[in-house]
Structures are given as C-alpha cells and as structure tokens.
C-alpha cells in the first residue's frame, strides 16, 4: 500500500517522469519497460523525502522537482552503485578520477 502523505501531484511529477524515461531509452523492450518505470516509482517513492532532508530543502517547494529528478535518475544511479559493488576496481578507478589522479 503506498503511503497517503504523498499527494496526486507527487505521482504525476513520477509518472511523467518514468515516461520520459521509457520514451528516451534505448531499448524498448516491454520487460526492459515496465522495470524502468517501476524501478523510477520505487526510487522516487524512497528516496525523496530522504535528499530533500539531506540538502535541507522545504518539502512544499521541492517535493515533487526532487521526485520527477529521482525518477529520471535513479535506475542509472542504482545500475551503476551495483556495478561498483561487483567489481571494487572500477569503484577506485572512478574514486581516482573524481579525486582527479
């Protein structure tokens, strides 16, 4: 059951966003479909409340900017955290280039 604290607007700015997401990629599969959008819902739903805390911004102004953002975000974010876990050398490398080494 999803939470009732998040309005119709915050589901909107989701959806939209997945959308976009599904309609920009590169591989129109419908099992490749239907993960992305429900890995943005998943993130978005998460994650938002969570970095509007951590940068300290007003939920009533970001809310749903954040949540639209995480959307379109958050299935590279999470593909990529999963690649560094599996193989560390890429994490150091990409620690080293960010470091600019």
Same mark, same amino acid.
């Given at each position: $059951?999803?939470?009732?604290? /998040?309005?119709?607007? /915050?589901?909107?700015?989701? !959806?939209?966003? *997945?959308? !976009? ?9 419908? !099992?490749?479909?239907?993960?992305? &959008? *429900?890995? *943005? ?5 998460? /994650? ?6 951590? /940068? ?9 900017? $954040? ?13 990529? &955290? ?20």
């Amino acid at each position: $059951m999803l939470p009732t604290d /998040f309005d119709l607007k /915050f589901w909107v700015a989701v !959806v939209g966003a *997945a959308l !976009v997401r599904v309609a920009t990629s590169e591989n129109h599969s419908l !099992v490749r479909s239907v993960v992305t &959008v *429900a890995t *943005a819902v998943f993130v978005a739903w998460v /994650f938002t409340d969570a970095a509007l805390d951590w /940068f300290s911004l007003p939920v009533e102004t970001y809310r749903n900017p $954040m949540a639209a953002l995480l959307a379109l975000t958050g299935e590279g974010v999470a593909r990529l &955290v999963i690649n560094l876990v599996n193989d560390p050398l890429k994490a150091v490398d990409l620690w080293n280039k960010w470091r600019g080494k």
